[in-house]
């Protein structure tokens, strides 16, 4: 009241904060007592309340007051309160009995005690109410002697009647000395017993049977704590009775398969074993604390049992259960691709009389029933049990991702696996789904090779059966032949019938011009050649389509000669619309596997009235008629009209020639016209050129030969040669503006020249034998300078 000047500022914002600081210490000294005082309450173990440290009202108040308190930042960033960080003490005066104030003994400290002395009551309930591990024991009776002292508690605060003043710790340490004496009994008492079942558990033998092992556990149950003996004793009993089981599994799977469903449950109770999770054992701890150690100590323990007493049955389960796991996973991708790519939202169209079987259209029962979500034990829903359930975790196979696509390769393995000797489990209804799917998809490509290879149907018949095939294909499942090769070979015998078409056509329009009837050929001109070129460009949108195919299947290294004809024929045609011919692949087609030799051999050709042999006549033809042109371009009459490195060499020629489809027993009508009056000029052409070029090469070698001799012993010889030289040399000459000419190689006709101008030098060497003696008499006779034998300097 008495502020002096300070009545004149406006406070009350500061003030207003003191006040609710004030408040809150008030209340937070309140909750505090009271905390302090029920921390020593043994009121655990009662019906409805929990002994579990994370689920204790009052030691869950006390660390919440601790953390207010707190003047340091915690972990997860939380600082104390402003309202009580700088207070200290935490409570406010008292009055002692004789009328003194005295300071607060409510400190920071003496809550951290209170939670240690809480801890250490419920963990001691929990001791007295549950059958817990010896070791659990003695660490309460341990921590009993260590316990912290708490302050006795104010007579009176803030309205509240608060009896007594003696010391909470005085007071639990009075309530709890009877029962602390009954449990180090329990914890020490029977280490006699534990200790001898502990030493003979290793090498006794009677501890490795049933009967030995309920005796043992018979007594080990009667004692007031749990030893890790028993947990040992109760996990070993269980894994016999397992490898039993297991044993009677593996005798039956030889005669026939089991369901996979007895092998998981086989699996299931071996990874349970092994990793201390059996029902025996949860029923013993399913209310104790979970102990780390302990769990590693009896999983090592099982794990060391699992390879004596299961050395068969392990090993088999685990191997049968990774096998039939891979498949179950296996054929649940390729059925849920299959779902993906609506295999199952109808069904697939049967061709009438063809298909024995239907393909289903309902995917296994396994397949759309939901995954049931695995039991927990109690044991593991233990607030301190975070660490073993990682473990589960990390045991749980990894789901594989669907297929993108579904191979009948891939189907027909694991129908095989299915039916092999090594896998024992047995999937009957996916087995019955996969190998609906695998025979239809079997028969469905077996009527395609039919089709295709079929001698009763025409070209024209098989591309409509193969277009009403495609339709039935099952779906989402790849196989051979592919839903693109089909496409491919459509293409095919479409373009083969469209040639057929043409090929006829043109065939009656040259028959008719041949007889001087009127026909839309003599538009194209009068002379032969005209009409067939003029012809054969109406119908040259199919001969682009398929201009690979226009040499025989045979002959795969084409020479470039005949493909640089073939193109320069190909780009001549100006048709409408060939632009947008798009050309088929040749390649592509032997890759699709695709029965080429027959569907365009020479049977087939036959059978069909020969449109592609025509096709390849014509195109041989006018390749014949564009090579000639070369020729006459190159003739010196033409002035070299093209360069020397597309000069046409008899090579060149030679390769045409052997590209032509005409044979002796190839005849067709019209084949006259087409091309057997071209080839026999155009052979007759190659084989003089031919002739000439190798009588040529024969007497240049021969005379090169002769030259190596004794030319003056063989003069007589040598001027035979040179006779022969000159006279190949007169064919040359002769044949200098004919197309023979034009083949003829120009380093022969270069090297015949040379070779006369030497042989004829050496000839008149010869009327001088003085340059052919060794004699010196004959060559002194030559001083004088009236000498006939002497060789004029003008020689």
């Known amino acids: 009241e008495n502020m002096g000047h300070l009545r004149f500022i406006d406070l009350s914002p500061w003030t207003s904060k003191l006040e609710n600081k004030l408040r809150r210490a008030r209340h937070f000294e309140v909750e ?121 508690l104010p007579i009176a605060f803030a309205g509240i009647e608060l009896h007594g003043v003696v010391s909470p710790s005085s007071v639990l340490a009075q309530n709890t000395k009877d029962s602390i004496t009954i449990l180090s009994a329990n914890a020490y008492s029977y280490n006699h017993i534990i200790g001898n079942f502990a030493s003979r558990l290793p090498n006794d033998f009677s501890l490795r049977n049933k009967s030995g092992i309920s005796v043992a556990l018979g007594e080990l149950k009667k004692l007031p704590i749990l ?31 089991c369901p996979f469903s007895s092998i998981e449950s086989l699996h299931t109770k071996l990874m349970n074993i092994l990793h201390g999770k059996t029902e025996g ?84 029962l396994q397949q759309r029933r939901p995954p049931t979500p695995p039991t927990k034990h109690k044991y593991e829903e233990h607030s301190l049990c975070q660490t073993h359930q990682q473990m589960q975790q990390q045991q749980q196979p990894r789901q594989q991702s669907a297929p993108t696509k579904v191979t009948l390769e891939s189907i027909s393995k694991l129908l095989e696996i299915h039916d092999g000797s090594e896998l024992a489990s047995s999937y009957p209804e996916e087995y019955k789904f996969l190998n609906n799917i695998k025979q239809n998809a079997l028969e469905w490509s077996s009527r395609v090779k039919q089709i295709v290879s079929s001698e009763s149907l025409s070209i024209a018949e098989r591309g409509d059966k193969l277009v009403e095939i495609l339709a039935q294909k099952p779906v989402g499942v790849e196989m051979q032949p592919t839903l693109d090769d089909i496409k491919l070979w459509c293409r095919v015998y479409s373009w083969l019938n469209n040639l057929n078409q043409g090929m006829d056509s043109l065939m009656d329009q040259l028959a008719m011009w041949k007889d001087g009837s009127m026909s839309s050929a003599s538009c194209f001109g009068n002379s032969e050649r005209e009409v067939l070129v003029g012809l054969t460009s109406v119908h040259m949108a199919s001969i682009v389509e398929g201009q690979e195919f226009l040499t025989p299947v045979s002959k795969n290294n084409i020479p470039r000669i005949v493909s640089e004809l073939k193109d320069e024929i190909l780009r001549d045609f100006d048709t409408i619309g060939k632009k947008d011919v798009q050309v088929i692949s040749k390649k592509d087609v032997l890759e699709s596997k695709f029965p080429l030799d027959v569907t365009i051999g020479s049977d087939e050709d036959r059978r069909m009235e020969a449109p592609l042999f025509i096709c390849r006549c014509l195109v041989w033809r006018l390749m014949c008629d564009r090579f000639m042109c070369r020729i006459e371009q190159y003739l010196p009459t033409k002035n070299g009209g093209l360069s020397s490195s597309k000069k046409p060499t008899l090579k060149d020629a030679k390769a045409i020639l052997s590209f032509c489809p005409v044979t002796v027993d190839s005849f067709f009508p019209l084949s006259d016209i087409i091309v057997l009056k071209v080839k026999k000029s155009f052979q007759q052409m190659v084989e003089d050129a031919e002739a000439l070029q190798a009588r040529a090469s024969q007497t240049l070698g021969d005379c090169t030969n002769l030259l190596q001799t004794n030319c003056f012993l063989r003069k007589d010889d040598i001027c035979r040669s040179l006779q022969l030289l000159k006279n190949i040399q007169v ?51 030559l001083d004088s300078e009236q000498d006939p034998n002497k060789i004029p300097f003008c020689q």
């Open 32 to 152: 505090a007592w009271s905390a302090i005082k029920a921390c020593t309450q043994l009121d655990g173990g009662k019906p409805g309340i929990s002994t579990n440290p994370c689920q204790d009202q009052c030691l869950l108040l006390l660390r919440r007051l601790k953390k207010e308190a707190a003047t340091i930042v915690y972990g997860d960033g939380a600082t104390g309160n402003r309202s009580i960080t700088n207070l200290n003490p935490l409570g406010s005066q008292s009055i002692s009995p004789q009328g003194v104030p005295t300071r607060s003994s409510l400190t920071r400290a003496v809550i951290d005690n209170a939670i240690v002395t809480r801890a250490w009551v419920v963990d001691f309930i929990h001791a007295k109410t549950v059958r817990e591990r010896a070791s659990f024991v003695e660490d309460v009776i341990r921590r009993y002697v260590t316990l912290p002292q708490l302050p006795a």
């Open 281 to 364: 054992r949860e029923q013993n701890i399913q209310n104790i604390r979970y102990n780390e150690a302990i769990e590693k100590e009896v999983i090592s323990f099982v794990a060391e049992d699992e390879e004596t007493i299961c050395p068969i049955s392990g090993p088999w389960v685990r191997s049968q259960y990774k096998m039939g796991n891979d498949w179950k996973i296996n054929s649940s991708s390729i059925i849920e691709c299959l779902l993906c790519c609506g295999f199952f939202s109808k069904p697939s169209p049967a061709i009438a009389g063809e298909f024995s079987t239907s393909v289903l259209v309902d995917p296994p």
């Open 227 to 257: 030893s890790v003996i028993e947990e040992k004793l109760i996990i070993r009993e269980e894994l016999i009775d397992w490898n039993d089981e297991a044993l009677q599994m593996i005798g039956v799977s030889a005669t026939y398969k």
């Open 731 to 781: 064919d040359f000459v002769r044949h200098e503006n004919s197309t023979i000419g034009a083949l003829l190689n120009i380093d022969t006709k270069v090297g015949l020249s040379r070779k006369v101008t030497s042989v004829e030098w050496l000839v008149k060497c010869f009327s001088y034998p003085a340059l052919f003696t060794e004699n010196t008499a004959v060559i002194s006779s």
